[in-house]
C-alpha cells in the first residue's frame, strides 16, 4: 500500500468494480458501462489535484468464492485479468494518493483492508463514489459505508454520482437500477451528478 498516512484525507472518491470483467471481457461484462469512464476520469482528476484520496475496489475472486453460488458465472478470477482496473483508469491506480483494494463480496466495505483503511482516515468526511454495478456493489457498498460511519458516530457525507455509475444489462433491469437508487435516497447517501 503506497499511502502512508491517511489521517491527512478529508475527503475519499470511490471508484467501484471499474476492472476488466465487468466493462471489457468476461461473462458478466457489458462494454455500455465505459460510457462513464469519462466522467469518473474528471473525478480522479479533480481529487488528484486536491491531493485527496482516491481508491479503487477491484472484484476479485477464486474459483472457491462462495458469492459464485449466488451468481453463478465464474467472474474476476484473481490471475485472469479480468480483476484488473480497466486501461483507461489503471495510469490512475499508480498515482501516490491512490491504493487498490481487492474485495471478494457485493460490498467493498465487506473487504478487511477497506476496514482497515476506514479505520486509520478517520478525518475523512465526504464520500464520493463512482463505478459499477450501480444496483449491486454500488449500492451494497455505499449502504455498508453509511452504516459503518453510523455505528462510529463519524458525520459525513455520501454521494453517488449518478452520471458515474452504471450496471450490465441496464436497460432490461431498470427496475433494479430504481430500487438502489430509492435505497440509497432513503438512506440519506446523496445522489448528484453534474449540471
Sequence with gaps: MKVKNFK???KA???VDMV????KEGVLHDDSIARVIPRQIEL??????EGELV????DTHTKES???????DYHCLKG?????????LKPFTTLDNTICIPKNSTSFMESPVFRDVMKEASNIKEFDIVGCCTDICVCNGSLGLANYLDEHNRDSVIRVHKDAVATFAEGNRQNYVDAAYLLMDQQ???LVKKI
Design 80 to 88: 485472469s485479468g479480468e480483476e484488473e482496473v480497466v486501461d483507461e
Design 20 to 23: 476488466n470483467g465487468f466493462v
Design 13 to 15: 472518491l470511490i471508484v
Design 66 to 72: 462462495i458469492e459464485h453460488k449466488r451468481f453463478p
Design 44 to 49: 480522479i482528476k479533480e481529487y488528484h489535484n
Design 55 to 58: 481508491i479503487f475496489i477491484q
Design 188 to 190: 440519506g447517501i446523496q
Design 8 to 10: 491527512v484525507y478529508n
